[in-house]
């Protein structure tokens, strides 16, 4: 059985920076597309990041491009997203998600692509 948990949110000033874990396990973390959405208070669950299976490449939403980062530590089966440069609007509950396919860069946005999701963890930017 694959699980997922996040752990890293907080409460962090504008400007500040946090970091994101998602301990995989049921599964090696470099055999997944792994991706973060996040969910703001009144809105839909919105794409983050996505790192695609072993060596692959990244994607980021527009909204956080040259400020967040997804990547992975395969020894220790986790993945992150480090988020430099925290604003109010990026204040939301972060979902990891992992998908067992290899699937184009173009999908990785889309919640369909991932087979397994962490409970979230929240993320509070505020002053």
């Known amino acids: 059985q694959v699980q997922l948990v996040e752990s890293g949110g907080g409460l962090v000033q504008p400007g500040g920076s946090l970091r994101l874990s998602c301990a995989v396990s049921?599964?090696?973390?470099?055999?997944?597309?792994i991706a973060w959405f996040r969910r703001a208070p009144g809105k839909e669950r919105e794409f983050v990041a996505a790192?695609?299976?072993?060596?692959?490449?990244?994607t980021a939403a527009d909204s956080v491009k040259g400020r967040f980062t997804v990547s992975r530590d395969n020894g220790k089966n986790t993945a992150y997203l480090q988020m430099n440069g925290l604003k109010p609007e990026d204040t939301a509950i972060y979902f990891c998600?992992?998908?067992?396919?290899?699937?184009?860069?173009?999908?990785?946005?889309?919640?369909?692509?991932?087979?397994?999701w962490g409970q979230g963890t929240q993320v509070t930017v505020s002053s």
């Open positions: 998600a992992g998908g067992s396919g290899n699937p184009i860069t173009s999908s990785l946005r889309y919640e369909r692509t991932y087979d397994y």
């Open positions: 790192l695609k299976r072993n060596m692959g490449s990244t």
């Open positions: 049921g599964r090696t973390v470099s055999t997944l597309a």
